[in-house]
């Protein structure tokens, strides 16, 4: 270890003090310090979005020319 309490680059993405990486295997988020509050809210509008659109996608309305459409909603 070099220093500590700085920021660091990690695959390109700039983690300073206090904020909350989260990666996976869809790739690498930041989350910035002091919003850590809201994130259960915004997981919740998330899930339901992403609910809605997987419910689209299985359902014989689905329509592959309008995916790109429904997925900028």
Same mark, same amino acid.
Do not use: T, Y
């Given at each position: 270890?070099?220093?500590?309490g700085v920021? *660091?680059?990690?695959?390109?993405?700039v983690? $300073?003090?206090?904020?909350?990486?989260?990666?996976? !295997?869809n790739? &690498? %988020?930041?989350v910035?310090?002091?919003?850590?509050?809201?994130?259960?809210q915004? *997981?919740?509008a998330?899930?339901?979005?992403e $609910?809605r659109?997987?419910?689209?996608?299985?359902? !014989?309305?689905? &329509? %592959?020319?309008r995916?790109r459409?429904?997925?900028?909603?």
């Amino acid at each position: 270890m070099v220093r500590a309490g700085v920021a *660091v680059q990690v695959c390109g993405l700039v983690i $300073r003090p206090g904020d909350l990486p989260h990666g996976g !295997e869809n790739g &690498l %988020l930041q989350v910035p310090a002091g919003v850590e509050e809201k994130l259960p809210q915004v *997981v919740d509008a998330v899930r339901s979005r992403e $609910r809605r659109l997987m419910g689209w996608v299985s359902s !014989e309305d689905f &329509l %592959l020319d309008r995916l790109r459409d429904r997925m900028l909603e």
